[in-house]
Nanobody, 124 residues
Framework: QVQLVESGGGLVQAGGSLRLSCVGSGRFFSEFGVGWFRQAPGKEREFVATIDRTTGRIYFGDSVKGRFTISRDNTKNVVYLQMNSLKSEDTAAYYC?????????????????WGQGTQVTVSS
C-alpha cells in the first residue's frame, strides 16, 4: 500500500516554470513504478512523464517533450516533475500514480494508486 501526495501546482504565466512533487508514503515506495498524468476539463486523461526506477530511462508524452523533465529521489520517496516553457494548453489537474508491478508507469490503466492531484493553471 502506498499513499501519494502531490504539491507544487499553482497559477503561472505562459513561458514560466513550475516544479511538482509527488511524495509517496510507505517503506517500499522505491519499488513502485511512478508516472505523472494530467487531465484538463472535458478532455481525456493524458500521460505526461515517467522514469524507470531501475534504469533511469525517461519517457515523455509527445506534448511535453523538450519542456518537461522528471526525476526521482528514492532517499526522500519523491518524484519531481519540472515543467518549463509552460503553455496555456498545459492547464490541467496533474496526478501522480504508482504501479506495484512495473519499473515505470506510462499507462494509466496499470496504476494501482493515485494521488489527489494538484492544479496547474497557465495564463496566456
Amino acid at each position: 500500500q502506498v499513499q501519494l501526495v502531490e504539491s507544487g501546482g499553482g497559477l503561472v504565466q505562459a513561458g514560466g516554470s513550475l516544479r511538482l512533487s509527488c511524495v509517496g508514503s510507505g517503506r517500499f515506495f522505491s519499488e513502485f513504478g511512478v508516472g505523472w498524468f494530467r487531465q484538463a476539463p472535458g478532455k481525456e486523461r493524458e500521460f505526461v512523464a515517467t522514469i524507470d526506477r531501475t534504469t533511469g530511462r525517461i519517457y515523455f508524452g509527445d506534448s511535453v517533450k523538450g519542456r518537461f523533465t522528471i526525476s526521482r529521489d528514492n532517499t526522500k520517496n519523491v518524484v519531481y516533475l519540472q515543467m518549463n516553457s509552460l503553455k496555456s494548453e498545459d492547464t490541467a489537474a496533474y496526478y501522480c500514480a504508482a504501479s506495484k508491478w512495473g519499473t515505470f508507469l506510462s499507462n494509466a490503466d496499470e496504476a494501482d494508486f493515485w494521488g489527489q492531484g494538484t492544479q496547474v493553471t497557465v495564463s496566456s
